[in-house]
């Protein structure tokens, strides 16, 4: 099993930065793929950016281009999400998933941490 914990949300303004942690915990030897997906009210769940555990390719949503960046740390378990430029669009509930090697879906996944962007 793996266990991820976000951390980092909160409310800022548009046009404002905001950083999300997520810290990886148990058998974190499995991890293929870390990424990032959002929840807006009243909205299906969106990948926003992932990034290979191992070689740190990364992807992105088109709505976030230029403007979020996906890193990780192997040496303490975190993936980052650094966000800059924040729009009122941007607000959401974002989620940190994990794949495993040889799975095709995002089998774990963290709690939620909230991110308000006011106008």
């Known amino acids: 099993q793996v266990q991820l914990v976000e951390s980092g949300g909160g409310l800022v303004q548009a046009g404002d930065s905001l950083r999300l942690s997520c810290a990886a915990s148990?058998?974190?030897?499995?991890?293929?793929?870390m990424a990032w997906f959002r929840q807006a009210p009243g909205k299906e769940r969106e990948f926003v950016a992932g990034i290979s555990w191992s070689v740190g390719s990364t992807s992105y949503a088109d709505s976030v281009k230029g403007r979020f960046t996906i890193s990780r740390d192997n040496a303490k378990n975190l993936v980052y999400l650094q966000m800059n430029s924040l729009k009122p669009e941007d607000t959401a509930v974002y989620y940190c998933?994990?794949?495993?090697?040889?799975?095709?879906?995002?089998?774990?996944w963290g709690q939620g941490t909230q991110v308000t962007v006011s106008s």
């Open positions: 998933a994990a794949r495993s090697k040889y799975v095709q879906t995002y089998n774990y």
């Open positions: 148990g058998r974190t030897f499995s991890i293929s793929v």
